[in-house]
């Protein structure tokens, strides 16, 4: 039986293995989630099912805040059925204003649309960083993501999900520590990423005081 393009992105998201990590970089306590990463993983599984992903790019410049603003739409087509296609929107990724702010944002973008599309879940796994997953199900295609502040040098993305899965006071405090360098370099070189990981982690210490 011919399958629909839903049917086929639900195949491509239980077919999809995990993605691998990249290595350590010196200064780091994670090993990234890296774009080529999850597009080749993803792109895999997408082109075993019959379906083909373009991208298209809206970038604005934000002078207030000093960096650009890259908004991927992603559109999945199905090959078998040219007049059938899903469109994930609304992924977008900030940069920099210099001359890699735009490269790294719509990559950062795309690799978050490819993440919504099948799926894929990101976890810790051990101190180390995560691990990625495929859910058994697909959700909502059609998703939004708020906007993220990118650094070359520090992945706050993953330091907010340390700090969201804290479950104590203590564990909470640790992490500051732990990542006591990184902010630094954030609050001094970045102050978006910094201030994005400082009301998440604020968030977070109100939750843990009221559980006291």
Same mark, same amino acid.
């Given at each position: 039986?011919?399958?629909?393009? *839903?049917?086929? $992105?639900?195949?491509?998201? #239980?077919?999809?293995? =995990?993605?691998? %990590?990249?290595?350590?970089?010196?200064?780091?306590?994670?090993?990234? &989630? $890296?774009?080529?990463? +999850?597009?080749?993983? =993803?792109?895999? =599984?997408?082109?075993?099912?019959? #379906? *083909?992903?373009?991208?298209?790019? $809206?970038?604005?410049? @934000?002078? %207030?805040?000093? /960096?650009i603003m890259v908004v991927c739409t992603m559109k999945i087509h199905d090959i078998d059925d040219p007049t059938s296609f899903v469109i994930v929107d609304g992924c977008s990724a900030m940069g920099a204003m210099d001359k890699f702010g735009t490269g790294n944002a719509m990559s950062y973008s795309r690799k978050y649309a490819f993440l919504n599309l099948l799926n894929l879940k990101t976890g810790i796994k051990d101190e180390d960083g995560y691990a990625s997953k495929s859910f058994n199900k697909i959700s909502s295609v059609k998703e939004e993501t708020s906007p993220v502040y990118l650094d070359d040098k520090v992945d706050a993305e993953e330091i907010k999900e340390y700090i969201k899965l804290a479950k104590n006071s203590k564990?909470? *405090?640790? $992490? /500051?520590?732990?990542?006591?360098?990184?902010?630094?370099? &954030? @609050?001094?070189?970045?102050?978006? =990423? *910094?201030?994005?990981? %400082?009301? +998440?982690?604020?968030?977070?210490? &109100?939750?843990?005081?009221?559980n006291v």
């Open positions: 039986m011919k399958k629909n393009i *839903y049917q086929k $992105l639900h195949s491509a998201c #239980l077919q999809a293995g =995990a993605v691998k %990590k990249a290595d350590k970089v010196k200064g780091m306590h994670f090993n990234p &989630l $890296l774009h080529d990463a +999850v597009q080749e993983v =993803a792109t895999q =599984a997408l082109l075993d099912n019959n #379906l *083909y992903v373009t991208c298209n790019y $809206l970038t604005e410049v @934000m002078d %207030k805040a000093d /960096a564990q909470f *405090y640790s $992490l /500051a520590e732990k990542y006591k360098g990184q902010l630094q370099y &954030l @609050m001094k070189n970045n102050s978006k =990423a *910094y201030q994005q990981i %400082k009301k +998440v982690a604020d968030a977070k210490e &109100l939750q843990l005081n009221n």
